[in-house]
Nanobody, 130 residues
């Protein structure tokens, strides 16, 4: 199994940028670099929606609403996934969650990422844009 811890959320002004980080702690038998990794976000009263995903060869997918401003990346040596958000807008305000699947084939099957495809979740990091 993998444990995920997000960081980097902040309260910022519209137009600012943030880089969110997701640090993964794998058990010794786990294969972090064979996981599809994703970012979701959830605003109060809203559904948790996938915004970006990255598979083990670096292929990425994004929700249409964020594709021009969001960039997902991964550093498997550091077991960390990042989400760069540029030109933040008030509608980006949400709790952002890192997620990992459990298929160990490295492929992201749902594009954009869909909630049921992911087995492991971080606690979330808050992004507030005003």
């Amino acid at each position: 199994d993998v444990q995920l811890v997000e960081s980097g959320g902040d309260s910022v002004q519209a137009g600012d940028s943030l880089r969110l980080s997701c640090a993964a702690s794998e058990q010794s038998y786990s294969r972090y670099d064979d996981r599809c990794m994703a970012w979701f976000r959830q605003a109060p009263g809203k559904e948790r929606d996938g915004v970006a995903a990255i598979d083990n060869d670096g292929s990425t997918t994004y929700a249409d609403s964020v594709k021009c401003r969001f960039t997902i990346s991964r550093d498997d040596a550091m077991k960390t996934v990042y989400l760069r958000i540029n030109e933040l807008k008030p509608e980006d305000t949400a709790t952002y969650y890192c997620a990992a699947d459990g298929k160990f084939d490295g492929y992201c099957y749902t594009k954009p990422p869909a909630l049921p495809a992911y087995d492991f979740w971080g606690q979330g990091t808050q992004v507030t844009v005003s």
